[in-house]
């Protein structure tokens, strides 16, 4: 990478978390003026300032470098990866699960609607051929 490649990364992630020059210039104990020029590249980063630039954003010096985070272990990342979805299907799962059970739930309180209006219609029907067969007599 060059150098204005890290400094435009620089800025960048100084942009990204919302710090002015003024911010990472205090933070570096060194003025203003002398921040914008490292920004700028009249003044060369150095490996002081550009480790502090780094531990100051909360980024490695290597993303600082490439502009992105570099994988370390593919096969570390692919777990991470796994696990995460695996744990995003188990809170789905749990959620279908869920409502499953507040589903059933509504059958049986539906089922014990209908056993009572059952109920109700053989009673109103007692009454009506009750009633029909007084007015038979």
Do not use: H, W
Request: aromatic share 6%.
């Amino acid at each position: 990478m060059d150098e204005s490649t890290i400094r435009e990364n620089l800025r960048k992630a100084r942009e990204e978390r919302g710090f002015t020059q003024a911010i990472m210039a205090d933070t570096l104990d060194i003025s203003v003026t002398a921040y914008q020029k490292i920004e700028s590249g009249k003044t060369r980063i150095l490996n002081k300032n550009f480790s502090r630039c780094a531990e100051a954003l909360g980024v490695s010096m290597s993303e600082l470098v490439n502009g992105f985070v570099p994988v370390k272990d593919a096969a570390e990342t692919f777990a991470d990866m796994k696990e995460s979805y695996g744990m995003k299907l188990r809170v789905q799962e749990n959620g279908y699960l869920m409502e499953i059970q507040r589903r059933d739930r509504e059958i049986e309180r539906l089922n014990e609607i209908i056993k009572d209006k059952d109920v109700a219609i053989e009673s109103q029907k007692m009454l009506i051929d009750q009633l029909m067969s007084r007015f038979k007599d």
